[in-house]
């Protein structure tokens, strides 16, 4: 049977793959799980529970706060909050769990569980897969005054908001930010945060009731936000996704400027302030090779970990790395969160314009981007991409061909009999003239 569990949460299209019943039994599960582990203090144990704008949330936070309660777990609904303002709320509160109802950039139909431990760290695989391994098991109920309470949590986004704030050493006055929430979490603390910093915001992509989150909107959608910013002469732009751990962004004339250029933005800032000790930067395979080269021409190294905020995440703490993130825009600065968090992100690249007096163009300029092509080979055997003799061979020759001005991966897709081939190189004729001809070959030598 197939892991629960993904790399992030569980997640599926809500009430035929995530049930409230699923959503009780997990809770639940969590709950026995960890006070076996000790992860409980020995005291009435507390969980904060929030959610994204779909409109299944209603009924699963629900679900998740009875699996809690009957659990004997204290439960504060926090309402309508970014995943990562759910984890700043479990680190500073002291709680022993946080429940995230939400699916991320999925479309709304969808929905998911993300459990946070003590601290607002993700909980490790070994933890989930006790958790799955529980469902369903026969328990003794508590009764009388031994159930959990269930109250709301009325402060929750003024308290992640007032924090991030703090984290800036500067006001963002006289920047002009148009503000794309992806009708998600962030449609509350995104434009207050930004407001509350100094900055003049026009949100787009705001509505409440959940029916559109991400639909056309947000970070994988920047067209709306792109149009927004020209139109009204703005700054710059910023677009979160639907839970709000993620942010990209637009400049003045409307380019896009992803995740690779602003972590880059980011980590000199680090570095021309002190705060980068370690000199590194830690990305997955999938980051831009202009990425690598810019950073090196700054003495600045970058650690590359396999596709997901999960392996980011567990590089950057072996090695207490304070930055690293994702091409999506899902960056980590651990100094200030324990996660992702798209509109920490976002301050802080508008901090480094007004302590350069830079525009957003000038400063994401110094990644430049090499052309990149990829081509998913579809029916062919995965497990054979890193072995097989004439892939390897045509693969070895590419590189040999690219040199240092570009790079080949090869990557099996994680759910489909898929090879993803990816050649950065000097210019995109090149690129794609060599991707066509390791895609054939793949398709030749690894067809089922």
Known sequence: MARLFGTDGV??????????????????????????????????????VARDTRPSGDFLSAAVAAGLASAGVDVEDAGVLPTPGLAYLVESSGADLGVMLSASHNPAPDNGIKFFARG?????DEVEDA??????EKWDRPQGDRVGAIREYPLAVDQYVGHLVQTLS??????????????????????????????????????????????????????????????????????????????????????????????????????????????TLVATVMSNLGLRIAMRKHGIAVIQTAVGDRYVLEEMNRGDHPIGGEQSGHVVMSRYATT???????????????????????LAGVVQRLPQVM??????????????????QAVAQAEAELGETGRVLLRPSGTEPVVRVMVEAATHEQAQEITERLAAIVQERLAL
């Open 11 to 48: 997640r599926g299209r809500a009430n035929v793959d995530i049930t409230a019943e699923l959503a009780v039994e997990l809770s639940v599960a969590a709950a026995h799980v960890l006070a076996t582990l000790g992860a409980f203090d020995g005291t009435r144990p507390r969980a904060i």
């Open 120 to 124: 607002g760290t993700k909980l490790p």
């Open 131 to 136: 958790i799955e391994a529980r469902l369903d």
């Open 170 to 279: 500067r006001p963002l006055d006289g920047l002009t930010v148009v503000a794309d929430c992806a009708n998600g979490a962030a449609f509350r603390s995104g434009p207050a945060v930004l407001q509350a910093a100094g900055a003049t915001v026009h949100v787009i992509g705001d509505r409440t009731d959940g029916k559109q989150i991400n639909e056309d909107c947000g970070s994988t959608h920047l067209e709306g936000l792109q149009e927004a910013v020209v139109r009204r002469g703005a700054d710059v732009g910023v677009a979160f996704d639907g839970d709000a751990d993620r942010c990209l962004a637009v400049d003045a004339e409307g380019t896009i400027v992803d995740g690779d250029q602003l972590m880059g933005i980011l980590a000199l800032a680090l570095s021309d302030r002190g705060e980068l000790p370690d000199h």
């Open 340 to 362: 992702g968090d798209g509109e920490l992100t976002a301050l802080h690249v508008l901090q480094r314009m007004i302590e350069t007096g830079s525009t957003l163009a000038e």
């Open 375 to 392: 081509i998913n080979v579809q029916g062919v055997d995965k497990t054979r991409a890193g072995i097989d003799r004439g892939v390897v």
